[in-house]
């Protein structure tokens, strides 16, 4: 009314609490899709012995097709999982510009991906040791770590596909805080 803007204040910009909280959570999504491979890999130590005392087998995670499932569905869910925190920062940099189409859907391409991986090999991880109870249990009498490493990695796999399904749901839910500084031109 008066005629200088130089008063004027710049519109407040939104809460980005969601894209902060999402971030955490692709970020444990990653780790524990990892930590989950890496338990399951390692998964080793159950050796079988005869009546005269010869090692007769050992038993690893490759003797259960499920459990190799699930270390390739967790590795390649983590690596998707990096793709998806890069695209995030990557598309979050330009919002002020028209953003482009192409990261966002690769993005929720990616989104897909990794629940559909996590989901399906902590669902077979989780009947395998049903199927497979008895053999699994054998080696807890073991001296190895067999039976507890497989339990460890479904569980790991089970709060991987939690995370990934709770990051999936934060992304679109606006939460009213900001965690990071919001670009501003003083």
């Known amino acids: 009314m008066y005629g200088s803007e130089c008063h004027m204040m710049p ?6 609490g969601s894209k902060a909280v999402t971030l955490l959570l692709r970020l444990c999504t990653f780790g524990l899709a990892l930590a989950s491979a890496v338990v399951m890999a390692t998964a080793s130590d159950c050796t079988f012995y005869d009546a005269d005392g010869a090692a007769a087998a050992t038993v690893t995670y490759k003797n259960y097709p499920p459990f190799v499932y699930l270390v390739a569905c967790n590795i390649t869910a983590a690596i998707l999982e990096m793709a998806a925190i890069y695209l995030q920062l990557v598309k979050g940099d330009n919002e002020g510009e028209a953003a482009p189409v192409l990261p966002g859907v690769v993005l929720v391409v990616a989104d897909v991906a990794v629940q559909v991986l996590l989901y399906s090999s902590t669902g ?5 040791v049903t199927a497979y109870g008895a053999q699994i249990r ?3 009498g073991a001296a190895g770590h067999f ?3 497989v339990h460890r ?3 790991v796999g089970l709060g991987a596909s939690l995370a990934a399904g ?3 749901v934060a992304k679109d839910v606006p939460l009213p805080f900001s965690v990071w500084p919001i670009t501003s031109e003083d």
């Open 166 to 168: 709770l990051a999936a």
């Open 124 to 128: 077979a991880a989780f009947a395998a």
């Open 138 to 140: 054998a080696c807890a």
């Open 11 to 16: 519109p407040a910009a939104l809460p980005n």
């Open 153 to 155: 990695a479904k569980l």
């Open 147 to 149: 039976c507890e490493q």
